[in-house]
Nanobody, 117 residues
């Protein structure tokens, strides 16, 4: 089992920055995993924002390229999403998804990000 605790959301003006964290705990938290950040804008479907594979490879949705950076601290079982130059369209609830190489997956509780214009 893996428990995920998200933190770091909030209200920020356009052009500002936020860093989201997703900390894993539990007996399966040390299993290799691929971690994804998703977001759900108001009234829209959930969309993938960024991912980091267990080998360190990263990828981003076009909307976040050049502005978002996903990283991980394996010693702390924590993944971060640094978001810079935020835009109002980045507003939404952000979720981390933790998918172990054994096929189990877990979702964080979600954290609200609101970017004002």
């Amino acid at each position: 089992q893996v428990q995920l605790a998200q933190s770091g959301g909030g209200l920020v003006q356009a052009g500002g920055s936020l860093r989201l964290s997703c900390a894993a705990s539990g007996r399966s938290s040390n299993i290799k995993a691929n971690i994804y950040w998703w977001r759900q804008p108001p009234g829209k479907q959930r969309e993938l924002v960024a991912l980091i594979i267990h080998n360190g490879r990263t990828d981003y949705a076009e909307s976040g390229k050049g502005r978002f950076t996903i990283s991980r601290d394996d010693a702390k079982n924590t993944v971060f999403l640094q978001m810079n130059s935020l835009k109002p369209e980045d507003t939404g609830v952000y979720y981390c998804r933790w998918a172990t190489v054994l096929g189990d997956e877990y979702w964080g509780q979600g954290t609200q990000v609101t970017v004002s214009s």
